[in-house]
């Protein structure tokens, strides 16, 4: 936990100047940013600038970086909203704020106070001391400190504007564990089942809203397809001055290579020679193909400019489908 980050009033009082009212695209604010101040200590926090998005993404660790990472690549997320705040009164479901989405009658969000006590674990739920209306004469009295949720994505499938909430630890054990608190209270019999009361408040608080809650881990992907997207993820953003006339004819040179013994990299000289541009550029414009699924190879596999490439053999969206569901 960050040293700014604990339950106080202050911090509550922030969490909701982020939050409310709910924003999207480059105006969403997260609960926790990825900085000193904030990010737990422990942690190896991050920020991804995504082009789409047109803002910076908070990553609060490694798995969690990743996983952003995908989500940025999948062609049917249109929104993603990172270290959310679950919202500790009801509220209605998070789609009905999109300003573009026609409307819809979507169930709502009975709060994580009502959720806590209908399982009988209002216990766990964090609360705080403060000034009532932020009237500093008035005397403080406890109120509830939302939970934060770690990512909430926003796509469409057939049926039209969807959510899923993913909660991401580094390993599945870590699910029964408390992050926080003393040693011995993060192993107690208490400790983990205060933790999995709390697992239970977050996944039945988005299951009213018709939001599954998804578990995944590093362990659950392909490495080498997290580790291309890694690399993807640092081109695609990456200016170039290529004309539009002449992008589809690179793209086509590089597509035609796939599956041949042909490199990347000879065919990227030949186009930079031949179209008067910089080999830098050609680069750009190779690994943003493959970031926007122009170019498909195999992402399951490491490839690098001087090695052929290789077919595509799975398309990294439909083998991680499952994580794209419903409640």
């Known amino acids: ?10 911090r509550l009082l922030t969490i909701l100047e982020r939050q409310t009212p709910q924003k999207w695209g480059a105006d969403y604010v997260p609960s926790t940013m990825s900085t000193r101040e904030e ?25 969690e970086r ?27 479901h998070p789609l009905d704020d999109h300003p573009t989405l026609a409307p ?12 806590a006590e209908a399982l009988g674990v209002l216990d766990v739920h964090p609360t ?16 509830p400190f ?23 630890k580094n390993t599945h054990e870590a699910f029964e564990r408390p992050s926080f608190g003393s040693r011995r209270y993060r192993s107690s019999a208490k400790g983990m089942a205060d933790e999995r009361a ?30 291309n997207l890694r690399q993807l993820f640092l081109w695609h953003d990456s200016s170039h001055s290529v004309p539009a006339d002449q992008l589809q004819n690179i793209v086509s ?14 065919i990227a000289i030949q186009i930079a020679a031949r179209f008067s541009l910089l080999l830098y550029e050609v680069k750009v414009v190779f690994h943003q193909a493959i970031w926007s699924r122009a170019l498909r190879i195999n992402l399951f596999e490491p490839f690098l400019m001087d090695h052929p490439l290789l077919p595509e053999v799975q398309d990294p969206v439909k083998k991680y489908a499952s994580w794209f569901r419903r409640g």
Request: glycine content about 6%; some cysteine.
């Open 1 to 10: 936990m960050g040293f700014n980050t604990r339950p106080s009033e202050q």
């Open 39 to 63: 990010a737990p200590s422990s942690s190896r926090s991050s920020l991804l600038q995504s082009r789409c998005h047109g803002r910076a993404l908070h990553a609060l660790s490694p798995g």
């Open 66 to 92: 990743d996983l952003l990472i995908y989500a940025l690549y999948h062609p049917s997320v249109f929104d993603i909203h990172e270290q959310r705040m679950l919202s500790t009164t009801p509220r209605r």
């Open 104 to 115: 819809e009658i979507r169930p709502s969000l009975r709060g994580t106070v009502a959720v």
């Open 128 to 143: 705080v001391l403060c000034h009532p209306d932020g009237d500093r004469h008035r005397p403080r009295s406890r109120v």
């Open 146 to 168: 939302p939970f934060q949720g770690d990512i909430l994505v926003f796509f469409n499938d057939g049926d039209g504007a969807a959510a899923v909430n993913w909660t991401i």
């Open 198 to 227: 709390r697992h239970a408040i977050e996944s039945v608080y988005y299951q009213d809203a018709g939001i599954a809650t998804v578990r995944l881990t590093p362990a659950d992907w392909d490495r080498s397809l997290q580790e």
């Open 253 to 266: 040179h590089f597509q035609s290579s796939v599956g041949t013994r042909l490199r990347p990299i000879e």
